[in-house]
């Protein structure tokens, strides 16, 4: 109880700690801390999930299991480097640019609300207080993406807000014909709308109002994760936010929506069985690996890119999550962990070129490695493994879901993944490798050196950890994070002996 109250409670303190009258320097180091505080929090309720299976707390208001300790975990790592990140992207902008240290505590304040809306996501049992928590990340985040108030960057939000809005009030019709059913099958209880207590029961729901119920929600869900074609906000949303809140965005908050998917589809194959979410999801996947691979190739500017991409990804992890199986579903729950750290480190990378470039065109943008070395060499890392490049983490993930469904037999399904994969591979990374080799453009150094402060190194220090995730995890995944993998895989799947067969299937890839 204490660590899943420290654990929402840490960002909701830091919320008003950031406006508290602390010089903006100290600020930014101050809401690194309460991130890192948040960060360690999750790292140790790990030990203690693995041991005890759940953890409760606020009157089962609030329960923890492996799945969700896995996505505290991501948003809790995610949100400490996008706030480590922060402090040096707003020290490397003019005044005039980033605007006022007021500005500047309220970007802080709503990247904090942000968060712990996230967490709250990942943590309640309620389904109810799950929708109600998506809803208010949207809030939170609406108004950091219009942080700069430009024409576009209003636009994004406004359009983002109306869309996400309007998406998730189609997955609340969802919520309530779950918990009417719930209702229906065994009568009034108090903790009708508990994902625990609706899985418990789910076999005496009705099999019709349970489809309808994943309809709804796919729609609703569906529009905050970005599948297609119901991502209209997305690449708006991620190319127009400040650089920390797109990695924010694509990073965990697509995946926030996608467990809630999962939570419902954990309930509907209860219910009714046969993999039945898979038949749904599956379309929905591959429409938005499909439409992503095509509009990559059309795309100027570099986090519009980026944003194209997350939809690639989204789609690949349900994918994944529609084959079905242990390796599959393993697959997919890594494949977040791996793009979430690719593309933290892709967009902390646009927002170096950006202030050393003063632009985000990737036609203004060459030679890379040659004006910032480390920047550069993290573009290259980072286009080759959002590219599905060996041995980086995400070839991996993608080659588990790729096999996975050759095991089951779906042979068109893998075949047509593996095509789609080869185009975006050639739309990605020969986008992303023209900024980093060449010559500097003349474009470069367009700027006065008198008219921005001097790159802070934070901006580079930021690169380290997820690169180093991308490529470790390419080779190795450690034992406590590989044991969260697994028991999250067997919640969805149902199938005990998970950690045996994956173990048994990689033979000696994956270590204790």
Known sequence: MNLLAALLGIPAGAAVLVLLPFPIAVVGRLNVLCMLATLLTAGAMVPLVLAQGTLE???HFLRVDALSCLMVLLVSLTSFLASFYSVGYWESQPREERGSDQKIRGYYALVNLFVMSMLVVCTTDNLGVLWVALEATTLASAFLVGFYNKEASLQAAWRYLIICSLGISFALIGVVLAFASAVSAAGFHEYALNWSYLTSIADQLDPTALKLAFGFAVVGFGTKAGLVPMH??????HSEAPTPVSALLSGVLLKCALY???RFAILVNHGIGDNFSGSILMPFGFLSVGIAALYLFGQTQIKRLLGYSSIEHVGVITIGLSFGSPLAVFG???HMWNH???KSLLFFTAGNLYLCHHTLSMQKITGSLRLTTGTGIALLVGGLALSGTPPFSIF????SIVSAGIQLGYWVAPLLLIVLLVVIFAGLFSQLSRMAFGLPSEDAQDHEPSASPPISSLTGWALVIPM???VLMGWFIPGPLFELFSEGTRIITGDVPVETSIRSW?????QE
């Open 260 to 262: 809630a998917l999962i």
């Open 506 to 510: 990689w033979g000696n890839v994956w």
């Open 332 to 334: 997919a729950l890594f």
């Open 396 to 399: 991996i993930s993608e080659f």
């Open 232 to 237: 209209g906000w997305l690449p708006d949303a």
């Open 57 to 59: 707390g606020l009157h």
């Open 468 to 470: 180093g995730f991308i």
């Open 340 to 342: 979430a750290m690719t």
